[in-house]
């Protein structure tokens, strides 16, 4: 079955760092433009970061620049986001997604498949 | 990069329709025709629902259709159904590689 399945998220402190795991199965992680996306209580869906297929060029949101870091593992055929410097406002569930095609010049942010999330809580 | 701009709710009966509007600027919507729309039920994964502003996935039912004007995108609900209550949110290529979501938009069927 093809499918994303996030764990990792958790309760940690202002100033913190958490790694946020993303497993695949069904496909490979490192032939398609993979995602993070996060949604905080409340709000809406917010872009955070990419990873392109093959020589894996990435890219952030310029709310995570900096602090947050994308990445995989081919041989787990897992997406990983590293956490550092986390803030109040970094609260929220991380959903890990594929593109529909990552033929494309591009990511053109065509999420067809997405995980489940896991909530990460940033609090004193 | 800001968040496109979503009317934060819409309502209609069943069968009736309903449209989404999502308007952004030159640099995201305006600017490229990769605009994508997903249906959020709340505690589970959102769903593809149109990508390159029109384009259905397969399985997506007919009933759901996209287009673009300038910088506004929209999503049409035909034949609106029960199981269509959801959150949807639009996203668009917004350059440097990134892309961007609107703030969604609350579907309630009366």
């Known amino acids: 079955e093809v499918q994303l399945l996030e764990s990792g998220g958790d309760l940690v402190q202002p100033g913190g760092s958490l790694r946020l795991s993303c497993a695949a199965s069904g496909f490979s992680v490192s032939s398609n433009y993979m995602y993070w996306v996060r949604q905080a209580p409340g709000k809406g869906l917010e872009w955070v970061s990419v990873?392109?297929?093959?020589?894996?060029?990435?890219y952030y949101s310029d709310s995570v620049k900096g602090r947050f870091t994308i990445s995989r593992d081919n041989s787990k055929n897992t997406l990983y986001l590293q956490m550092n410097s986390l803030r109040v406002d970094d609260t929220a569930v991380y959903y890990c997604?594929?593109?529909?095609?990552?033929?494309?010049?591009?990511?053109?942010?065509?999420?067809?498949?997405w995980g489940r999330g896991t909530l990460v809580t940033v609090s004193s | 990069q800001s968040a496109l701009t979503q009317p934060r709710s819409v309502s209609g009966s069943p069968g009736q329709s309903v449209t989404i509007s999502c308007t952004g600027t030159t640099s995201d919507v305006g600017g490229y025709d990769y605009v994508s729309w997903y249906q959020h039920h709340p505690g589970k994964a959102p769903k593809l629902m149109i990508y390159g502003v029109n384009k259905r996935p397969s399985g997506v039912p007919d009933r759901f259709s996209g287009s673009k004007s300038g910088n506004t995108a929209s999503l049409t609900i035909s034949g609106l159904q029960a199981e269509d209550e959801a959150d949807y949110y639009c996203c668009s290529y917004a350059g440097g590689y990134k892309g961007v979501f609107g703030g969604g938009t609350k579907v309630t069927v009366l």
């Open positions: 990873m392109y297929s093959g020589g894996g060029s990435t």
């Open positions: 997604a594929r593109d529909l095609d990552s033929s494309t010049w591009v990511p053109l942010s065509y999420f067809d498949l």
